[in-house]
């Protein structure tokens, strides 16, 4: 596997901002994505080019193009959050869902719901803010791989790392993980420490919610 953690004083202040347990759900969600266009870029390196012919308002001459499919896979709910950055950024790409919920007492992935594109030769995008235990992440590549997509054709995209979910990714050999923070571990429960908490709750605004009984009657 290929780790690669993005640097930069920009990618830290967002960090800071999404850590903080004060911060709104909008602001949250607002600050995810705009740590999404760092992240992004970085899990298009190396897609295939072709040389193309461009008329510029100076002459004549050559430039190039991204010739290789991309398919963006957004594990629900909190992989939405990626979408935005990941579609702005290259609005060719295709996208795709995986709902994958974690039991909080086995702590092992529970799937629910696919629908993602087959391209031959794409790249294959993964998008969850948060890569803890790994378990879902090994579902999620597994299932790709048994569709005969190649580890190489893979990149997996989070905001935060625990080095469990990182130990656990090793053994995909040509996969690649491009991610903003590797924190320090995880608690008793599965959470990552000190992480930001549940992402999907906190993008969504589900965190401080109060069930109101008798709501919209």
Excluded at 110 to 135: E, H, Q
Excluded at 166 to 178: A, M, N, P, S
Aim: hydrophobic share 40%; aromatic share 8%.
């Amino acid at each position: 596997m290929n780790l690669k953690v993005v640097e930069g004083a920009l990618k830290e202040d967002l960090l800071t901002v999404l850590r903080k347990k004060d911060t709104p759900h909008w602001l949250f969600r607002e600050t995810l994505e705009k740590l999404g266009l760092l992240l992004i870029p970085e899990a298009l390196k190396g897609l295939e080019l072709k040389r193309v012919e461009v008329e510029t308002p100076v002459s004549e001459g050559f430039s190039y193009q991204v010739s290789q499919e991309v398919v963006f896979i957004a594990i629900l709910r909190a992989g939405l959050s990626l979408i935005p950055p990941a579609i702005g950024l290259y609005p060719k790409g295709r996208i795709g869902f995986m709902g994958v919920y974690r039991n909080e007492e086995t702590l092992e992935p529970v799937p629910y719901y696919k629908k993602y594109p087959l391209v031959r030769g794409a790249r294959y995008v993964l998008l969850d803010p948060m890569l803890a235990t790994g378990g879902t992440a090994s579902y999620c590549i597994e299932e790709l791989l048994s569709k005969g997509i190649k580890a190489e054709q893979l990149t997996f995209v989070s905001v935060v790392s625990a080095p469990e979910g990182i130990d656990r990714l090793k053994r995909f050999e040509g996969l690649t993980l491009v991610t903003a923070a590797v924190d320090e571990r995880l608690n008793d429960y599965g959470y990552i420490v000190p992480g930001l908490g549940d992402a999907g709750d906190r993008f969504c605004g589900t965190d401080d919610v109060e069930v109101v009984e008798g709501y919209g009657v």
